[in-house]
């Protein structure tokens, strides 16, 4: 009895001060893809536009991001990014779309491909997606690569 009465106070304050040491994992299992790029002016593609991504989860839970960006390269020279603060959602194992806007800052390059006789390209996808649970600040990056028709219709992913 008197080993328990010395021991409580000690496992009471243990628990107090290791009870509030959760943090939440941070977000995995999230997929990104370019379903399509739609030009501002068909005419001069490198002009920017518009990408249309597919985000895919993997997760058991639903996720939120506050906002995404996004490293474009084209045949492994980059030409651009494409952000937005447009927040979205993804429940559990499912996916969903996005429109993002495009600006290129190699413009000759992307001249040079949508010109070409076959103006599909290979790209690669760097994106930062950017979520908050509760007053934790995460960044999940993901890597994505397929094939991307400049002219304006539908890519491909790999």
């Given at each position: 009895m ?21 943090s939440?994992?941070p ?6 893809a370019?379903?399509?790029?739609h ?21 058991i ?7 995404s960006t996004?490293k ?20 559990p194992?499912t996916?969903?779309?996005?429109d ?5 800052e190699n ?5 040079q491909l949508?010109g ?16 908050t649970?509760n ?9 994505s690569?397929g094939?991307?028709?400049l002219?304006?219709t539908?890519?491909?992913?790999k």
């Amino acid at each position: 009895m008197r080993i328990l009465r010395r021991c409580l106070p000690a496992l009471a304050l243990f628990a107090l001060v290791f009870a509030g040491c959760a943090s939440t994992a941070p977000p995995s299992g999230i997929t990104t893809a370019i379903l399509g790029f739609h030009p501002t002016d068909a005419s001069h593609p490198e002009a920017g536009g518009t990408l249309t991504l597919r985000f895919a989860s993997e997760s058991i839970s639903p996720l939120g991001f506050t906002r995404s960006t996004h490293k474009l390269f084209l045949n492994d020279t980059y030409v651009g990014k494409a952000a937005t603060d447009v927040p979205f959602g993804l429940a559990p194992l499912t996916s969903t779309t996005q429109d993002v806007p495009v600006r290129f800052e190699n413009a000759a390059l992307v001249r040079q491909l949508a010109g070409a006789s076959d103006s599909h390209a290979t790209y690669r996808l760097e994106s930062i997606l950017f979520q908050t649970v509760n007053d934790d600040n995460y960044e999940l990056k993901t890597h994505s690569e397929g094939s991307l028709d400049l002219r304006g219709t539908a890519g491909a992913a790999k």
